[in-house]
Antibody, heavy 120, light 107 residues
Framework: QVQLVQSGAEVKKPGASVKVSCKAS????????INWVRQAPGQGLEWMGW????????NFAQSLQGRVTMTTDTSTSTVYMELGNLGSDDTAVYYC?????????????WGQGTLVIVSS | DIQMTQSPSSLSASVGDRVTITCRAS??????LAWYQQKPGKAPKVLLY???SLESGVSSRFSGSGAGTEYSLTISSLQPEDSATYYC?????????FGGGTKVEIK
């Protein structure tokens, strides 16, 4: 069965960077893309971006351009999302979500979420 | 960017009630719309995609409809386990965007 297992919670200081991993299993990794979505405490869902696991092409939310990178390691079927220059408003649960394939980016299978707290 | 306006932001209904949530897109999205259910502390779960296609394993009391810019999610007979927050999302164009969410409570 499809599984996405994310790395554990992180506490970071303002200005630092965080790198969250999402290890995929149960499907052919290169055939699907991965979305990243975050949710600040008590708030709604915010799409951050998407990476094509085959060729590494990415799309990012304009609000995060320049601060976010997404990469893949096909040898371990893992996707990474790194967010830099963290501020308090980056405190959120970060989710990875596999898309439905064929370039359709909607999230179908979701990871369990990774809590990132930004605090001095 | 396509803005998704979801309403109502919250509702309270009784078990057995028919509940409808609407989502309006700021431009046409050609049925590229998904509905998600999220319970506290959990990841979202997809209920419907392509506006009206039921995701595998999802109860048939959930249904979706709409076209163009107006879409809706209906729960035909509300059950206690349907207490959750529901989100719409358009995937017609990047950036993908979510509605603000509808919190459904059971009276």
């Amino acid at each position: 069965q499809v599984q996405l297992v994310q790395s554990g919670a992180e506490v970071k200081k303002p200005g630092a960077s965080v790198k969250v991993s999402c290890k995929a299993s149960g499907y052919t990794f290169k055939n699907y893309g991965i979305n990243w979505v975050r949710q600040a405490p008590g708030q709604g869902l915010e799409w951050m971006g998407w990476i094509n696991a085959d060729n590494g092409n990415t799309n990012f939310a304009q609000s995060l351009q320049g601060r976010v990178t997404m990469t893949t390691d096909t040898s371990t079927s893992t996707v990474y999302m790194e967010l830099g220059n963290l501020g308090s408003d980056d405190t959120a649960v970060y989710y990875c979500a596999r898309d439905s394939g064929s370039g359709i980016k909607r999230g179908v299978f979701w990871g369990q979420g990774t809590l990132v707290i930004v605090s001095s | 960017d396509i803005q998704m306006t979801q309403s109502p932001s919250s509702l309270s209904a009784s078990v057995g009630d028919r509940v409808t949530i609407t989502c309006r897109a700021s431009q046409g999205i050609r049925n590229s719309l998904a509905w998600y259910q999220q319970k506290p502390g959990k990841a979202p779960k997809v209920l419907l995609y392509d506006a009206s296609s039921l995701e595998s394993g999802v109860s048939s009391r959930f249904s979706g409809s709409g076209a163009g810019t107006e879409y809706s999610l209906t729960i035909s007979s509300l059950q206690p386990e349907d207490s959750a927050t529901y989100y719409c999302q358009q995937y017609y164009s990047v950036p993908l965007t979510f509605g603000g969410g509808t919190k459904v409570e059971i009276k």
